[in-house]
């Protein structure tokens, strides 16, 4: 099952199309899954989406204090944000919220849709919660599987008459893989045998299968040596070239030359913007 040797670092820099191969593996296909490309007719559009975070508080339920308090940002697609701040501040509260875990006590979080001359165009919608990703802080300590494939397809349907929909998820796990600069790992590999930076690309590409408009890390380099930090702070500046990046994290030396906007939070769970301090 080994596809080849690992990808060096650099290999992370050259986001591209993925080449059509492999991947049949991991539905069972003897044939080599075709992958299929439509030609699509160029539109140039200088319309753009932004996620917005509109006047959100958040109270456990049976507490008398909120976590959260009013809090509001706007962060544009294909764009890199970063919250920081003090622990225990609410950060990791309103990533839950965001990725639809729990549910705002007030407020709303929804997708702004802007014209070219930075007018609303059309109603705001709710964010679909299916189209969010989350890393949680240290991924790697949720793995379950002993090799790289059962890990990626865990959740993935297992009855039969799905052949197309699993067709459809190998074809994103190959582009996944490819992202992150992982395509050329032996699926049989025991996940626990990574690197420490392998890990963490092997738990971004099980969220990237799901092709979500927004990704969110809490605490991606927590824990990483100096080289997997750098290597993983590069493969997110690619990232974001892909989609949109919402990152809570304490290591900002890092991660500031791929800030787009920032936020600190605040004690009492107030979100002010502000670039990090260096
Ligand atoms: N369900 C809950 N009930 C009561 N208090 C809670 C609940 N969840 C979180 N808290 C409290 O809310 C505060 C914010 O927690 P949160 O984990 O969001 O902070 P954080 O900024 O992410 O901290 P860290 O940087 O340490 O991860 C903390 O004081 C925490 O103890």
């Known amino acids: 099952m080994a596809v080849s040797a690992f990808l060096s670092p650099a290999s992370i820099s050259a986001i591209a199309e993925p080449p059509t191969s492999f991947y049949s593996v991991a539905i069972g296909r003897k044939q080599p899954l075709k992958i299929r490309r439509t030609k699509k007719p160029r539109v140039v559009s200088c319309d753009y989406s932004c996620i917005e975070v ?4 958040y109270r456990p339920p049976g507490t008398q204090l909120n976590i959260l308090n009013g809090v509001n940002f706007s962060l544009r697609e294909k764009s890199f944000g970063l919250i920081f701040g003090k622990s225990g501040s609410g950060k990791t509260t309103l990533l839950q919220l965001l990725a639809g875990l729990n549910k705002p006590t007030s407020g709303s979080i929804c997708i702004q849709r802007y014209g070219e001359d930075g007018h609303p165009k059309a109603d705001s919608e709710l964010l679909p919660t299916e189209k969010v990703g989350i890393v949680f ?20 349907p297992r009855q039969k008459g799905s052949l197309e929909l699993k067709e459809h998820l190998t074809s994103n796990l190959q582009r996944a893989f490819h992202w992150v600069g992982l395509d050329s790992i032996p699926l049989d590999k025991d996940p626990q045998l990574l690197s420490g930076g392998y890990k963490r690309r092997l738990a971004l590409a099980i969220q990237l299968v799901q092709t979500p408009d927004l990704l969110i890390l809490d605490e991606p380099l927590a824990g990483l040596d100096w080289k997997a930090r750098a290597d993983v702070a590069k493969l997110l500046k690619q990232l974001k070239k892909q989609l949109t990046l919402l990152v809570v994290s304490h290591d900002l030396r890092e991660l500031t ?7 600190r939070m605040e004690t009492g769970g107030v979100l002010l913007a502000e670039r990090p301090p260096l």
């Not at 509109?54 to 508080?57: A, E, N, Y």
């Not at 802080?137 to 993935?156: H, K, S």
């Open 257 to 263: 030359a791929l800030v787009d906007q920032s936020w």
């Open 137 to 156: 802080q240290f991924p790697e300590r949720f793995f379950v599987a002993d090799n790289v494939l059962d890990e990626i397809t865990f959740g993935w």
């Open 54 to 57: 509109r006047d959100v508080c």
